[in-house]
């Protein structure tokens, strides 16, 4: 069974960090490009950041960049989001999903590409 599982979500203050982890069950992330995406309440489901299957290309949303990192261990078939100087606007469900591709530096935020989802983890910045 392919699945994807995110972890590492919870309640933190504004300006503290939380680190996002997607690991892979059943498949391996060797050839696929992995995004994350968040859906806040009443809101429709947003990129934020993406790898390619090399992780030698990244992108980020205009709202998270130089606060968010992506990167990924294939090694351990994890996939890590870095979050820092979290603002209360963070406040969302986070999914991380996976792209099956030959191309090695494709790294996309459009939801519709993506094959396989997880079930997401809630991340909640509030004092």
């Known amino acids: 069974q392919l699945q994807l599982v995110e972890s590492g979500g919870g309640l933190v203050q504004p300006g503290g960090s939380l680190r996002l982890s997607c690991t892979a069950s059943?498949?391996?992330?060797?050839?696929?490009?992995i995004g994350w995406f968040r859906q806040a309440p009443g809101k429709e489901r947003e990129g934020v950041s993406c790898?390619?299957?090399?992780?030698?290309?990244?992108n980020y949303a205009d709202s998270v960049k130089g606060r968010f990192t992506i990167s990924r261990d294939n090694a351990k078939n994890t996939v890590y989001l870095q979050m820092a100087s979290l603002k209360p606007e963070d406040t969302a469900v986070y999914y991380c999903a996976a792209l099956k591709t030959p191309v090695q530096h494709m790294c996309v935020m459009t939801r519709t590409f993506f094959d396989y989802w997880g079930q997401g983890t809630q991340v909640t910045v509030s004092s």
């Open positions: 059943g498949f391996t992330l060797d050839f696929y490009a």
């Open positions: 790898i390619s299957s090399s992780g030698g290309s990244t």
